[in-house]
């Protein structure tokens, strides 16, 4: 079957009601039936970094809808793997009452080996480490729209990705597209269900670029499909993306939108974000992207000081203190 992906416009004041909309067209307002549901969010403390990191909106509302309909175990997933969830936080209110993979406590990681071996996986080093609590689970990723490289996304499958292998693991001579279509390869066989959600609302460009409000929520039953209209947004066509292309050939998923099932505001799909190259965002990001939406006030973009996903973040995290 194909994959099924949504896409919604969002706004700040209107992000609680986008959200069920983009959840709920997506079919992930419901208890999975591929078994008791894990939910992974992309956090590193307990900051928020915009488009680098998991908006405390994004996981309120996935959380609210999930956890009304089965069992939810929560994680959160850093550069570095697996970390503590965020506690005093916006992050921390949403999971009230859920039961969190804890680092300290008996849920460290531990090996997993897949039927076959991932050579290219195999030969940076990295081995495949799951959570306890999360093994034989369905997953839903939540991810930001975290643009580092002109070819790469951290988005939802890395998100996961992180989470199974520590990192980002890396060797000279070793294809990054090999190794990312590997990962994919571990974490389709790992779990029985692996659905994604890439908060499109603050995208980041490059690996010091900046934060630009792009307005949309991207999510599915499949976390290959949503990163790749997540690049198709950002107008990387997906099959000429080495990692995309690699999963495709391998028959690890489909990248192509007329491959899915799509939904919502898919009008987006022919506006065409034309993000910069990440290597001269600082520079061009915000001449190449005003064309799209119109800047919000008193930011840049809708992200700096006074805009509204800035002050929405601002709001949410002061109801906290």
Not at 102 to 119: H, I, M, N, S, T
Not at 172 to 194: H, S
Not at 257 to 280: Q, S, T, Y
Request: aromatic fraction near 4%; charged fraction near 20%; charge should be positive.
């Amino acid at each position: 079957m194909r994959p099924l992906v949504s896409l919604v416009e969002a706004r700040p004041e209107t992000i609680a009601d986008d959200y069920r909309r983009a959840l709920a067209l997506a079919g992930l307002d419901r208890a999975p039936s591929d078994g008791p549901r894990a939910v992974v969010a992309a956090l590193d403390g307990s900051a928020w970094q915009p488009g680098r990191t998991s908006p405390p909106w994004q996981v309120a509302a996935a959380l609210g809808a999930t956890a009304a309909s089965a069992a939810v175990t929560v994680a959160a997933s850093g550069p570095a793997g697996l970390r503590a969830w965020p506690t005093g936080s916006a992050w921390d209110r949403a999971a009230e009452g859920l039961a969190l993979v804890d680092v300290a406590g008996g849920a460290a990681p531990v090996p997993w080996r897949p039927r076959e071996p991932l050579a290219w996986l195999e030969a940076t080093g990295a081995t495949v480490s799951i959570p306890a609590l999360l093994r034989r689970r369905a997953v839903l990723v939540l991810a930001a729209a975290d643009l580092v490289s002109p070819w790469s996304l951290e988005g939802a499958c890395a998100t996961a990705g992180r989470l199974v292998l520590g990192g980002h693991p890396t060797r000279r001579a070793v294809p990054a597209a090999q190794v990312r279509a590997d990962t994919v390869a571990a974490l389709r066989e790992a779990f029985p269900a692996l659905a994604g959600v890439v908060d499109g609302t603050v995208w980041h460009v490059g690996p010091r670029g900046r934060a630009l409000a792009r307005h949309v929520i991207i999510a599915g039953d499949d976390a290959l499909a949503v990163d790749a209209v997540a690049l198709r947004l950002a107008g990387l066509p997906p099959r000429e993306v080495p990692w995309l292309r690699a999963c495709a050939e391998r028959g690890l998923g489909a990248i192509e939108p007329d491959d899915m099932r799509l939904v919502g505001h898919i009008g987006l799909l022919d506006l065409d974000f034309a993000l910069p190259d990440p290597e001269v965002a600082r520079s061009r990001a915000r001449r190449a992207l005003g064309r799209l939406w119109p800047r919000a006030r008193g930011g840049r973009d809708g992200v700096g000081a006074g805009g509204p996903w800035a002050a929405l973040h601002a709001d949410l995290a002061a109801a906290d203190r």
